[in-house]
């Protein structure tokens, strides 16, 4: 394994691309591959058994492209499969998960809500997770698909249907202090909740500390990529997404504070 070789990252579709686009801030010089998996979309409602294959599929492709890491962009993927994965290829798979864990440690007492697909919230990883905080903390469950779809249908910039939606959820959510973005595609969706939500209400989400994460290990294998241009590649398994997917990741800068 040499450090020239890419990063492979994935997800359902196109919320990974708010992942990448971290890594790509934080590691300039690393070539990166993204695969969306759009054509499968949306894994939140799929079963275990169906995302595991999709992933399985997705990480053999990254192998045979010779891959130094690989990293799920997508908390429900990881969820249902990353001990699996990780078993099953030599090189390391970063997941993610939402980060309930740094919302709860701002302080004693916190009102959290996390949104995220129907299959994070129902899975045991989630389960175990919720049950190392929630006898000192108040944590609200809110299954947000729309979200997904939103992102997957180009249509971010109807303002009407991304506020009425955006409102249903807000109000699912209760009074809260933070809300835990559990959920690739709804990083898009930042901007926005700052603007509708009072600035006392912290959006949370994992993707910063992925990409740190990413080059941590890196650092630790020696596999930081200092001659690298900082290609991105790009793979969907619906062709005509990647349009869109360029277009996501060009937009990033005014998605995100
Ligand atoms: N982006 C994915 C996540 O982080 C899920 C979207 C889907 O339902 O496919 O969980």
Same mark, same amino acid.
């Given at each position: 394994m040499h450090s020239e070789s890419p990063i492979g990252v994935f997800d359902s579709g196109l919320g990974g691309i708010s992942v990448l686009?971290?890594?790509?801030?934080?590691?300039?010089?690393?070539d990166l591959i993204y695969l969306g998996d759009s054509q499968y979309n949306p894994y939140g409602t799929k079963t275990k058994e169906?995302?595991?294959?999709?992933?399985i599929a997705i990480c053999d492709r990254f192998v045979e492209m010779g891959v130094k890491m690989i990293v799920i962009a997508c908390n429900t993927a990881t969820s249902a499969c990353v001990p699996l994965l990780r078993e099953r290829y030599d090189i390391d798979i970063i997941g993610m998960e939402p980060a309930l864990k740094v919302a709860c440690e701002r302080g004693a007492d916190r009102h959290v809500a996390v949104w995220a697909t129907d299959f994070t919230l129902k899975e045991k990883k989630f389960a175990a997770l919720m049950h190392r905080f929630d006898q000192e903390h108040s944590i609200e469950?809110?299954? #947000?698909?729309?979200? %997904?779809?939103?992102?997957?249908?180009?249509?971010?910039?109807n303002e009407a249907r991304v506020n009425e939606v955006l409102t249903g959820y807000i109000r699912q959510s209760g009074a809260v202090d933070?809300?835990?973005?559990? #959920?690739?595609?709804? %990083?898009?969706?930042?901007?926005?909740?700052e603007e509708m939500l009072p600035s006392s209400i912290e959006l949370i989400d994992g993707n910063f500390g992925t990409a740190r994460h990413v080059r941590e290990l890196l650092e630790q294998k020696h596999l930081i990529n200092e001659n690298g241009s900082g290609t991105i590649s790009w793979i969907n398994t619906l062709p005509e997404k990647i349009g869109l997917s360029k277009k996501?990741?060009?937009?990033m800068e005014d998605s995100i504070k």
């Open positions: 686009y971290e890594i790509h801030k934080l590691l300039p010089n690393e169906q995302i595991t294959d999709r992933c469950k809110v299954a #947000c698909p729309t979200l %997904v779809r939103i992102v997957e249908e180009d249509d971010l910039d933070s809300i835990v973005l559990g #959920c690739t595609h709804f %990083v898009f969706f930042k901007k926005r909740l996501l990741f060009s937009h």
